[in-house]
Structure formats: C-alpha cells, structure tokens
C-alpha cells in the first residue's frame, strides 16, 4: 500500500460512517450539532461542573490497516468495538493517533500503545507492528502526562515537563539533530531546557510550550509544504531546524497550548488569541496566502469577539471554541470534517461578506453562516466519529 496520507490506512482513512462530500471552507464558522466531548489535539480547558463525570464506554472503529484499534487483528472495523480489558474504563486519561498507531495513557501515568511499528514509534525497542495496546516498559516509573503521534513518530511529555520521542527521524522530527535515522527507545529532547507543558506532532514537524509560554518547533514538514506550494519565501529557521527552535512572531504572547496538523502549526495564548503558520492549502488557516511562513492571528472577530478557550486540529482543519461554548470549525471539508453541510461547489458564488464573519478568504470560499452551538461545555464524547481524519483521536 501507498506510503501517503492519502492512501494509507489509520487517521488518513475516509470514515466508514460517511460525510458530505464538500469542499473546504476559509475562516471559522459556527457549528449546530450538539457534542460533548472531542478527542484530537486540543487545549487545556478546565473541567466544567455541568459536564458529565461518567467514563465513557471504551471502543475503537475505523481503518485498522497495522492493528492501530488494538483488537487483535488488522481488519477495518465498521462499528465500535469494545477493547480488552489492560485497563480500567474510567483510568482512560488521554487517546491519540498517529498514521498507523495509537496511544492511550491512563490515570497513574501509564503509556499504552499499538499499531505500525515499522520505525520503532511505539517505542517497545523493536520494529514488529503490535496489535494489542502495549504496556511501554521502558517509560515505567516516569509518568506520562501526553503524548503526541505524529505519522511515523512519537513525542512524549512526562509529568515533569520532559520531553521525549521515538520513532523515524528522518526529517528531523525527533529533535535530536545528529541522532540515528530512527529510534526505538524513547530517547530525551535535551535541548528543550526548560519545563515544557504542552506538545504536538504533526506529519513531518513537532512542537513544544514551555511553562514561559515560549513555543519550540522542530522538523522539516512544513518546509516541505511551502516548497510544494512554489512560494519563494526566505524561511525563518524554526522551519528547517532538526532541533527544537524558537518560534519567531510570538514573542508578545504566553502559549499555553500547541497543535499540528499534517502542514500546520497553532498556538493558543493566555489571552485567548490563536496563532497560525504553514500550509493553508485547504483555507485551515483562515488567511489569503496559501502559505504562512510565520505566526499570524486570527482576529477575534472571526470567534464573534470572543476569547478562544480550547482549540483542536485534524489533519487539514481545525476546530475552536470559545469562553461562551460556541464552536467554530474550518479547513478542508470534502469528508464532512466540520461536521455541518456546506453549499455545493455548483453553487459557490462570491458574494459580499457576511459581516458576522469577516474573516479573509479565497473567492471560492462558500459565504455562509450557521447556528451558534449553544451551551456547549466541553467539546468531545461525540455518539459517533465524523469526517476524513475526524478529530476523534488527539495527538496530531
């Protein structure tokens, strides 16, 4: 099978619930359906009081291609499956996916992982793909507060503010710039000096925020994407760097969270403002140019002046939401991964802004507004999955 997101099996397989087969929308938009809980990369928010404590059931469904659902077999799976018991329900702290493999961690700190294991990402010292979620043994003793799948690589945070990853590293996503080709030991990032809070994994890049709110970002990925996108930009060296580099164009900020799409970065700060770089090549970005070499904001009028409280990102979309509990989404859309319906492509016209969204954005981007999603607390515990790379999983 093909090596690409496009053809391999894992986050990059179309959902076998369906979607609308759609195109991609520019700038944030409101979102109608009711949701309770959303597993992807995604912000510290802080518990609400109103949100249901009760652990929900766990199951895996989707592409199962290296046995990433950790059942035992490498068969797609069309429904939710209940898992094995290597754990209690309700230790479940965090769920994340990379390309082909999946990692959970539990409430006392423990990494579990499964799936392809071609270039030592589960970081269990070998290479064999594993089908059932794996204790990793090696991380024992050393709680895990997250972890980060990139496509062929891990990034781990410890409850110690350590950073450390395993995996391929070819395009220098580990963050250790003379290391080997690839790792099978989670190995430490030692040039991240400083306690780091939170960090991301995207196809080829990674990132990091420190306790300062200073954000790190390493690996080639998103120079990649801007050479594709025949831009003749000089770069700034966070984007070529092998080892963790600071991100320019944030210094008046204090990030407390980092995300990663498959060519995207973002940085939500203190105040509730949300930064974006890389590729915009589905309008994830909000923005005209079709690559951002440096942070941008997206304005707070784009959020209805609210601040954003919690940001989650798919492979080429993302989704926020805001100190009232409303929920905007934008990016690509073909999948039905902003979970509403957009207009068809034979319809597309270019019409005047709508002034209750006057975010920037292509012509062909479709103007239309949608129902605030009231009080919503918490996104994520959705009934079911939606979209190509739904945002069920976070890490990338």
Known sequence: ??????????????????????????????????????????????????????????????????????????????????????????????????????????????????????????????TEDVLYFTLCKSLLGCPIQQVACGWDFTIILTENGQVLSCGSNSFGQLGVPHGPRRCVVPQAIELLREKVVCVAAGLRHALAATV?????????????????????????????????????????????????????????????????????????????????????????????????TAIWSGWTHLVAQTETGKVFTWGRADYGQLGRKLESHDSWKLKKQDSSFPCSRPQNSPPSSLHCLTGATEVGRLPFPWGLLGLLLPGM
């Open 1 to 126: 099978m093909a090596g690409t997101p496009e053809a391999r099996g894992g986050l990059a397989s179309r959902n076998l619930l369906g979607g609308w087969a759609w195109r991609g929308l520019v700038g944030p938009r409101l979102v109608s359906w009711s949701a309770r809980n959303y597993h992807r990369s995604r912000s510290p928010a802080p518990p609400s009081p109103t949100a249901s404590t009760a652990p929900p059931p766990r199951g895996d469904s989707g592409a199962n291609s290296y046995g990433q659902l950790g059942l035992g077999h490498k068969e797609d799976v069309l429904l939710p499956q209940q898992l094995n018991d290597f754990c209690k329900p309700e230790c479940v702290r965090r769920i994340t996916g990379g390309g082909g493999h999946s990692a959970i961690i539990t409430d006392g700190g423990g990494l579990f992982v499964c799936g392809l294991n071609k270039d030592g990402q589960l970081g269990l010292g070998h």
């Open 212 to 308: 300062s709110g200073i954000v790190f970002q390493w690996g080639t990925g998103l120079a990649s994407s801007r050479r594709r996108s025949s831009l003749r930009q000089t770069l700034p060296l966070f984007l070529t760097a092998k080892e963790p580099s600071r991100v320019t164009g944030l210094e008046n900020s204090k990030a407390i969270c980092v995300l990663a799409g498959s060519d995207h970065s973002a940085s939500l700060t203190d105040a509730g403002e949300l930064y974006v770089w890389g590729s915009n090549k589905h309008g994830q970005l909000a923005a005209q140019a079709a690559f951002l070499p440096v942070p941008q904001k997206i304005e707070a009028h784009c959020f209805q002046n609210e601040k954003v």
